[in-house]
């Protein structure tokens, strides 16, 4: 079992940054590529981006390409969504979910029913 908790949602303007955490616990943190996700109001959740399990490899959806950021510490078993150049419609609940990988490698997992954990979610709005 791994739990994860989501914190740094909040108000930013367009334009501006926030930084989002996530915090796991429980199996070993290194074990997992860990997603990122998020659902609009009346929209269906969609992917943001992932990271693998090494740290080294990224994935992202083209709609935040070159704006956000994912990385990791393993050694603190958090994972990290740098959000920059926020624009309104990136307003959504933000979900980190973890997707256990026992070999590895550099398939990046981009559907939600893939991952076996989910954190509660944090609410992140941008005005204009």
């Known amino acids: 079992q791994v739990q994860l908790v989501e914190s740094g949602g909040g108000l930013a303007q367009a334009g501006g940054s926030l930084r989002l955490s996530c915090a796991a616990s429980?199996?070993?943190?290194?074990?997992?590529?860990m997603g990122w996700f998020r659902q609009a109001p009346g929209k269906e959740r969609e992917f943001v981006g992932v990271?693998?399990?090494?740290?080294?490899?990224?994935y992202y959806a083209d709609s935040v390409k070159g704006r956000f950021a994912i990385s990791r510490d393993n050694a603190k078993s958090t994972v990290y969504l740098q959000m920059n150049s926020l624009k309104p419609e990136d307003t959504a609940v933000y979900y980190c979910?973890?997707?256990?990988?026992?070999?590895?490698?550099?398939?990046?997992?981009?559907?939600?029913?893939?991952?076996?954990?989910w954190g509660q979610g944090t609410q992140v709005t941008v005005s204009s």
């Open positions: 979910a973890a997707h256990f990988t026992r070999y590895g490698g550099t398939y990046y997992p981009q559907n939600q029913f893939e991952y076996d954990y």
């Open positions: 429980g199996r070993t943190f290194s074990s997992y590529n």
């Open positions: 990271i693998l399990r090494n740290g080294d490899s990224t």
